[in-house]
């Protein structure tokens, strides 16, 4: 089974300041794929980043950037110089990778809600 | 290329109707799925399906039924709506190997 944490229900973040958003993870699979999604007021799940747990370099994506610490499971969001359009709620999310068949399910965290502040 | 869509945006059903949340892919996609959206609990896995004719249960599957007979349609079907199923929905669809690309959504209230 599959189970992801995140801690930060919400945060309040200077604009332009860089920001982390934690996530914690456990799974007994051995390759797996970390996700991260945005959600914007408007209510759209907006693919930002993946991880896969081979990978040996941190994804980064434009101001996206995800920080890997395989040993201790955990896979944090890095935005840099965040931006007012940053506010939204963030999800991590999870699933074995590459997926055997039948087994392409997310599972997903409960989110943070980050807000902007100008 | 519409990607994943879903109708209707919004819906409102009294307790015991029926109803079908219809959801639609264009990007030939063997995986399919529905997550509901509750606040504080992220999204949970409904139903899925990775292909046509081949359905599964997900992590919250009761009061919800799911057919599949072709790789672009997936509905969603409430038998008898309740008050507990109201929530937002979400259909999803992917490759093996690619994340999963969402529709809008679907705002449903059970009075």
């Known amino acids: 089974a599959q189970k992801i944490t995140q801690t930060q229900p919400g945060m309040f973040v200077q604009e332009k300041e860089a920001v982390t958003l934690d996530c914690t993870y456990d799974t007994s699979d051995q390759s797996y794929g970390l996700f991260w999604y945005k959600q914007p007021s408007s209510g759209e799940m907006i693919f930002l980043i993946y991880q896969g747990s081979y990978d040996e370099q941190n994804a980064t994506e434009g101001r996206y950037s995800l920080n890997f610490q395989k040993a201790r499971k955990s896979a944090n969001l890095v935005i840099s110089a965040s931006q007012l359009g940053d506010s939204a709620m963030y999800f991590c999310a999870m699933r074995e990778d590459p997926p055997n068949f039948g087994n392409e399910k997310l599972t997903f965290g409960t989110g943070t809600r980050l807000t902007i502040i100008p | 290329n519409a990607g994943v869509t879903q109708t209707p945006k919004f819906q409102v059903l009294k307790t015991g109707q029926s109803m079908t949340l219809q959801c639609a892919q264009d990007m030939n996609h063997e995986y399919m799925s529905w997550y509901r959206q509750d606040p504080g609990m992220g999204l949970r896995l409904i139903h899925y399906?990775?292909?046509?004719?081949?359905?599964d249960q997900g992590e919250v599957p009761n009061g919800y039924n799911v057919s599949r007979s072709t790789t672009e349609d997936f509905p969603l079907r409430l038998l008898s709506a309740a008050p507990s199923q109201t929530s937002v929905y979400f259909c999803a669809s992917s490759d093996q190997y690619n994340e999963q690309f969402f529709g809008p959504g679907t705002r449903l209230t059970v009075l």
């Open positions: 399906s990775v292909g046509a004719g081949i359905t």
